[in-house]
């Protein structure tokens, strides 16, 4: 037998029954014990799922009712003190996770802050530190858990977020210490979460360590030895890295005193045999080879060629595991009737890819049936290799000659911004927006009506035109310079362009949690990408029928929609980026053509796709930014390019932001008392900026006399030449009423500093 399991399975349910169930006890509208329910039941079904396909162990401790991150947190009784009570409940860990509101005690605690997981779109709880940070255990979720699986009969693998890892997820809140040296305190902690865990019974526990996969400085490499040294621990520990290779760190991993080892080797196969020739003899080696983090079905034939020789060699001590806990992928296929027959043949959901770790295992251990299984499994993948709808000959050409030309605009910005100044005329300290105005309750119904097939095609035109009308005459009254149409018609600016181009399929409950109760959906990229037609001219082209000012027209950038959807597998992030950047450039060409003489291409995730080495970051912003420029490059010298990017970390990325050469970047900065300018100030970047004057995340109505400050501060930093005036994101999840308060405020600041700047 080879040993299978997965190193963790989704936790929002099969139609996201926890989303649902959260978000209703928030509401008041279920008790708790109705919400306890709801997990007792996703997780039993879950772990059914894993002891069905006869994996060796069924995984605990991978759900959590927010965030597993929160969850070690509380399980460590290290509770920001703001939140602090006598007993540390479900509603403590709620509260962390999502901030107190002020009705609740008048104080308004705010939540902890929130952080990509890694280079996943996944976000948790960053933990907070303190030179006098106590550990002790204080949440008991893990243990009930574990000892409710066992009751159920199942072979029990508790998961725990490792002492290193949570250390350096979290972020000291007051200065003149060093988080690590909680170690020792923490290690203690750990100590008697282990022999808790041993007290139950378990075999194994598996300790995630994902920051392996980082480069890590000195002193984090050898606290790990420290640490597992301290540890000691009677239970066997599996050791597990994921997200990238961990062969840098090798000689200092084999050193440490655990049982196994598991490792990501799904993108990356050629990292095992250094592994394996290094691997201590009496470690089990754990191969992730299943990709937790895509849809796509497993090469299990390709696999089962790689891996025989490796259980010829390891015998028992091989594992076959996925490569990385499946909470970033889709639940179920089955549930997907909307796909064809041949398409769901390409994809493997959490379900799914629990089988193939399964069928993978058993052939390995020999059985012919599932060597056979393993081969039929991998036709799929072989017909679509060979298949001309896949691959097109036509696009592949096209993005060839695209690539080998230029991605410069037809002039440098200097003579660009003097041709734009003369055919746009706008104003010192222009105004706008990010684009998206509020998504009413209208819009919304309107277009779930019209999905369902209730509500006509005419007449869900007919009504989004008037929600392009409504938003152009409001902004007329607001007086701002430069309008938009609002993205009334997109639920989501990356799923708006993947229905529109051909090359990408979208699912019905392909749900992806993001944090807390929020989801997301990400498309598909299957097939080489095309725009078969215009995808917003249309809108464009009638929101600026309305008026005479100009209408800025919107798309979503390449490398963003690259980030938010699954890539394919069998070509390169960079290459789909190509191929999105010949359809937007098309894209553009038809604005400009249709009169719009102001197109803003945004680019949120830019940051996003970084690799986790920083080795290879230079490559990846490379070809990231050529991606960009490629788009633009069909706008004439008089088009003016913007951009937009919402987060404010930009110091290792300015030259990046700065070789994208829009003509203007509108940025998030109000947050931050507009303290991310001195990354644009030190780097003297070149061209216009909008350094975002409010938060569009609150519903408060900012103050003329604070913009107009935001503004003066901007304008030390910037020249003002060089300023625009907007807001720091879109704003989709506001409300009109706010939304004109704030923006005529905007207006109002503006209009004065002109007065005052021009004296
Ligand atoms: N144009 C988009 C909007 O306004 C940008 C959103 C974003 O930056 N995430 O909604
Ligand atoms: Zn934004």
């Not at 020739?277 to 080879?289: F, I, M, R």
């Not at 004057?693 to 003066?712: F, M, Q």
Request: hydrophobic share 40%; with cysteine; charged share 25%.
């Amino acid at each position: 037998m080879t040993t299978t399991h997965i190193l963790g399975f989704p936790r929002v349910g099969d139609k996201r029954q926890l989303k649902f169930a959260l978000e209703k006890y928030w509401r008041g509208e279920i008790s708790q014990q109705a919400l306890k329910d709801t997990g007792s039941t996703i997780r039993a079904v879950n772990w059914q799922t894993q002891a069905d396909a006869n994996l060796s162990y069924v995984t605990s401790g991978d759900f959590a009712w927010y965030d597993h991150v929160l969850t070690t947190s509380l399980l460590l009784g290290n509770v920001p003190e703001r939140h602090q009570s006598e007993r540390i409940t479900l509603d403590t860990l709620f509260r962390v996770g999502r901030g107190r509101s002020q009705s609740d005690c008048g104080c308004g605690a705010a939540a902890s802050d929130m952080t990509k997981w890694f280079n996943t779109n996944y976000h948790y709880l960053v933990p907070e530190f303190k030179a006098d940070t106590q550990f002790s255990i204080q949440w008991s979720q893990l243990f009930e858990e574990t000892k409710q699986a066992m009751e159920a009969g199942h072979s029990v693998k508790p998961v725990l977020l490792g002492p290193l890892s949570y250390l350096y997820l979290g972020k000291e809140v007051e200065t003149g210490f060093d988080r690590l040296s909680l170690l020792p305190r923490l290690i203690t902690a750990y100590q008697q979460i282990f022999t808790k865990l041993e007290n139950l019974g378990v075999e194994w526990i598996q300790v995630d360590e994902p920051i392996l996969a980082l480069e890590l400085d000195k002193e984090w490499r050898s606290a790990f030895k420290l640490a597992y040294q301290m540890l000691g621990s009677k239970t066997k520990v599996l050791l597990t890295t994921y997200f990238d290779s961990i062969n840098h760190h090798l000689d200092e991993i084999t050193q440490l005193e655990v049982d196994g080892l598991h490792v990501d080797v799904s993108q990356n196969q050629n990292c095992l045999d250094e592994i394996i020739e290094k691997l201590p003899t009496d470690w089990v080696l754990s191969v992730g080879a299943i990709n937790g983090r895509n849809v796509w079905r497993a090469d299990l034939a390709q696999w089962l060629d790689i891996l025989t020789p490796v259980q010829q060699q390891l015998g028992e001590r091989l594992w076959v595991a996925s490569s990385c806990s499946l909470l970033h992928s889709p639940v179920d296929l089955e549930l997907e009737t909307q796909l064809s027959a041949e398409t769901k043949s390409w994809f493997a959901f959490a379900k799914q890819k629990v089988d193939e770790v399964s069928l993978l295992g058993q052939a390995l251990a020999g059985s012919t049936t599932a060597i056979a299984a393993c081969r039929e499994y991998s036709e799929p993948l072989r017909a679509r290799a060979q298949s001309n709808l896949i691959h097109k000959t036509h696009i592949q050409q096209k993005v060839k000659a695209l690539v080998s030309g230029s991605s410069e605009r037809a002039a440098p910005f200097a003579e660009r911004i003097a041709a734009q100044a003369e055919y746009l005329k706008l104003p010192l300290l222009p105004t706008t927006t990010i684009g998206s105005f509020p998504q009413t309750a209208d819009i919304r119904l309107q277009r779930s009506a019209y999905r369902q097939g209730k509500l006509g095609e005419t007449e869900y035109n007919q009504a989004l035109k008037g929600h392009i009308e409504d938003a152009i005459r409001r902004q007329e009254a607001i007086d701002l310079d430069v309008l938009v149409h609002g993205e009334a018609e997109r639920n989501d600016m990356v799923e708006y362009f993947a229905e529109l181009l051909s090359g990408f399929e979208t699912t019905q409950f392909g749900w992806v949690q993001s944090y807390g109760s929020r989801c997301v959906k990400p498309a598909i990229v299957v097939a080489d990408i095309e725009r078969e037609r215009a995808m917003t001219v249309e809108w464009t082209r009638f929101a600026q029928s309305l008026t005479s000012k100009h209408m800025k027209g919107m798309l979503t950038g390449p490398v963003t929609i690259l980030c938010w959807t699954f890539p394919r597998e069998d070509i390169s992030r960079q290459q789909i980026a190509q191929q999105l950047a010949l359809a937007l450039k098309e894209e553009v060409s038809d604005l400009q053509q249709a009169g719009i003489n102001i197109i803003q291409i945004d680019e949120p995730a830019i940051r996003e796709g970084l690799p986790l080495k920083k080795s290879e970051q230079a490559e990846y912003l490379d070809w990231a930014v050529n991606a960009f420029k490629l788009s633009a490059s069909s706008a004439l010298p008089q088009t003016q390019i913007h951009t937009h990017m919402c987060y404010s970390e930009f110091n290792e990325i300015i030259e990046s932001v700065a070789a994208l050469d829009a003509d203007v970047i509108t940025i998030e900065t109000s947050r931050s008392n507009m303290e991310l300018l001195n990354a644009f100030e030190e780097f003297a970047y070149p061209n216009e900026i909008g350094p975002g004057v409010y938060d569009i995340h609150s519903p408060n109505v900012p103050s003329t006399e604070w913009i107009k400050n935001l503004i003066k501060k901007a304008a030390e930093q910037i020249p003002i030449e060089r300023l625009w005036v907007n807001p720091d994101c879109g704003l989709k999840t506001r409300g009109w009423e706010e939304t004109e308060k704030s923006l005529t405020n905007m207006v109002t600041a503006t209009k004065e500093l002109r007065k005052e700047y021009t004296k």
